[in-house]
């Protein structure tokens, strides 16, 4: 097996010399990077049609577009730096190396947030309402984006024999994604690894996702329901993916990973944000008095000359 080659062996794929990225004018542009950016314009798309389809104000979007995507990549390394410290810690300009990857989503998430929120304040916009496109926008922007882990050759899990089961060259994966467990799998003479594709995993996840509430978001009960169904939906996926990868980040001092840690709180309060603002939606509705119509005296003759639509309001 080639140094750049992948392949999938249960479903007969083999794919040789697969590029990390290419050179322009000799400046290296990584794969990763170009995918991550074709996921960004995708989300943007998305959101802005979002918008548009119904009869929105799409300006916010563009506007949050230079604001909330810078905002989401600082929080995204800064995330996955805070929680694999340990290896920046002896090469900290390896920081702003972006090009290696080490951008994790819910920091993201957090970024983007924060510079929404404080956007919206000071627009007057409503805050919960761009969410919701927004979440369209993530979920089409996670499900490109992961295949810039597979150029990387990164975010896979353990051995696995499955249908999906990937094979990658030793050589070409980061030595601290490989676990002592992952080892004991390599047979004798063998330079690859078998794993599970992680990284398809979530991006077939998300793809899911995404159908399912870009179906829903014109039925949605409140400002706000997509967005919270996408933290509740994303977090269920990611949880059970977390539980197998090999490159997990870890509450320091701990053997927790966080991603499941913060997975689980996401869906669990998200899921009872939506159920509590259902029934208080109810009961509110319950409680309303029925507004009964107004009954107008007229002569008998003038009612039945009256056209029947006059009663329908």
Known sequence: MGINDISFPNLNIYLHDVPKGFSVFGF????????????????????????????LDQDPIWDLALIGIPSGIVGARIYYVIFAWDFYRNDPVQILNLR???????GGVIGAFISIYIYCR??????????????????????????????????????????LAM????????????????METIGAGENFIQVHPTFLYESLWNLGLLVILFIYRKHKRFSGEV???????????????????????????????????????????????????????????????????????????????????????
Do not use: H
């Open 100 to 106: 290696q990857g080490g951008l994790a989503i819910y």
């Open 28 to 55: 290296w542009i990584a794969l990763y990077g170009v995918i991550i950016a074709i996921g960004m314009m995708a989300g943007v798309a998305i959101a802005l049609y979002d918008r548009k389809s119904r009869g």
């Open 227 to 313: 967005f919270l169904l996408y933290l509740a939906g994303y977090g269920l996926g990611r949880f059970w993916i977390e539980s197998i990868r090999t490159d997990q980040l870890y509450i320091m001092g701990t053997t927790i990973p966080v991603s499941m840690v913060l997975a689980a709180v996401l869906t669990v309060t998200a899921a009872c944000c939506i159920v509590i603002i259902r029934l208080r939606m109810a009961a509110a509705k319950k409680n309303k008095p029925e507004e009964k119509p107004e009954q107008k005296e007229k002569p008998e003759q003038e009612e039945k000359s009256e056209p029947e639509t006059q009663d329908i309001v």
């Open 167 to 182: 094979r990658l060259p030793i050589e070409a994966v980061r030595a601290r994604d490989i676990t002592p467990a992952l």
């Open 122 to 163: 000071i627009k007057k916009v409503g805050f919960l309402e761009v969410w919701d496109s927004i979440a369209l926008g993530f979920l089409i922007g996670q499900t490109i984006g992961r295949w810039g882990n597979f150029f990387n050759r990164e975010v896979f899990g353990g051995y696995t024999d499955s249908i």
